[in-house]
């Protein structure tokens, strides 16, 4: 009794153990990713520290590459602009003088931040007979981390998303990483947009650095069927725009935003898009645009838009919903950070459905 009861306390030790190196491996990219954004909000990063987690294969080991590479530009136009800033310091001899120069610092770093988010959109969104995608971002003064996505999981199923992050900076730039990797790494074949909603609401709550949250609306979508299930956290502007002009905005289902609190359930809902019928995403820069007398753009303007762009393409449609929102805007008004809309339009006949299902 005594040598089975040492044995399994040997078993159940070595476990322990086991399940404690194996999460300690799994939280060390995300470790790494911490430090490394604190190190550049301190200025002191060292792009080695990254060297581990940026030599894995999976979805942390890219995030780690960019966001060291990020880091690294930054620095380096940092300190040739910290440089110039020295060489001209004898020469400037008025503080408005330097508050341009600090201005221009600012916009180099964010014009940096802006190729980082560029590059991390999708390079080529599906193509074929069946159904018709388009995506924008049109960036803002300051860096929001605002972006859309495009996976297809399998050759019959697509997986849209749509995200926008709090706050603006390096902040804004790792909340970005840490979303869409979060999404990207549940997104399987089978797994639903609430369980997709699920895992990056975890992973935000329990690893990131910063008090932010982001919003984000998920969809998988059928290209056989026209099936539609989708899932919101906290997002707004997703709409389902029939051949008729009709709007339907598909927000009933979901939860809060990610990274607000752990645990938080997401639900899902389910719509069917028919031949020439759209699904239209957009982020909150959109719907929060203001005019000159600080009125929002909102969803009302987004529907009336919407319902005038009956038998227009993905790209067409929104082209034109920028335009209206930039009418709106003026010359008086503000553009509210990011612009981000992705489409997708269904093309393929009902019947020719049938024959394929």
Avoid: W
């Avoid at 060292?46 to 999976?58: Q, S």
């Avoid at 790494?185 to 369980?195: D, F, H, L, M």
């Avoid at 002009?245 to 645990?263: D, H, I, K, N």
């Avoid at 389910?270 to 929060?288: K, S, W, Y």
């Amino acid at each position: 009794m005594k040598i089975g009861g040492l044995v399994g306390i040997f078993v159940l030790a070595l476990g322990v153990y086991a399940c404690l190196r194996f999460a300690r491996d799994q939280m060390a990219p995300v470790e790494r990713l911490s430090e490394a954004v604190k190190a550049v909000e301190a200025g002191r990063f060292n792009p080695l520290t990254l060297n581990e987690a940026a030599d894995r294969d999976d979805e942390f080991g890219r995030l780690s590459r960019v966001f060291r590479r990020m880091a690294m530009e930054a620095n380096a136009r940092e300190e040739t602009l910290d440089a110039q800033l020295v060489m001209r310091g004898a020469e400037l001899e008025t503080k408005s003088e330097k508050l341009a120069a600090a201005e221009q610092l600012i916009e180099d770093e964010q014009r940096a931040a802006r190729d980082v988010q560029s590059g991390l959109l999708p390079r080529q969104l599906p193509v074929g007979r069946d159904s018709q995608f388009y995506g924008i971002l049109v960036p803002g003064h300051a860096v929001s981390g605002d972006f859309y996505d495009v996976i297809e999981l399998d050759e019959r199923h697509s997986l849209l998303v749509a995200a926008g992050v709090s706050g603006g900076g390096v902040p804004a730039a790792f909340l970005m990483l840490m979303v869409r990797g979060a999404i990207r790494e549940a997104a399987r074949p089978g797994v639903g947009p609430a369980a997709i909603l699920t895992h990056a609401n975890e992973r935000l709550c329990g690893e990131s650095p910063f008090n932010g949250f982001a919003t984000a609306f998920v969809a998988v979508y059928d290209r056989v069927t026209g099936t539609l299930v989708h899932a919101s956290a906290g997002h707004r502007g997703a709409a389902r725009i029939a051949t008729d002009g009709a709007v339907q905005y598909l927000s009933e289902a979901g939860g809060q935003p990610l990274g607000v609190r752990r645990g938080a359930p997401y639900g899902e809902a389910t719509a069917t898009l028919a031949q020439d019928e759209t699904l239209f995403l957009c982020t909150d820069g959109v719907l929060q645009s203001v005019d000159g007398r600080r009125e929002p753009f909102g969803e009302a303007r987004l529907a009336a838009a919407l319902a005038h762009s009956r038998g227009m393409s993905a790209r067409d449609r929104t082209e034109m919903v920028l335009r209206t929102v930039q009418a709106h805007v003026g010359a008086d008004g503000i553009l509210a950070g990011d612009l981000v809309c992705l489409v997708m339009r269904r093309l393929l006949p009902v019947t020719e459905t049938a024959e394929i299902a």
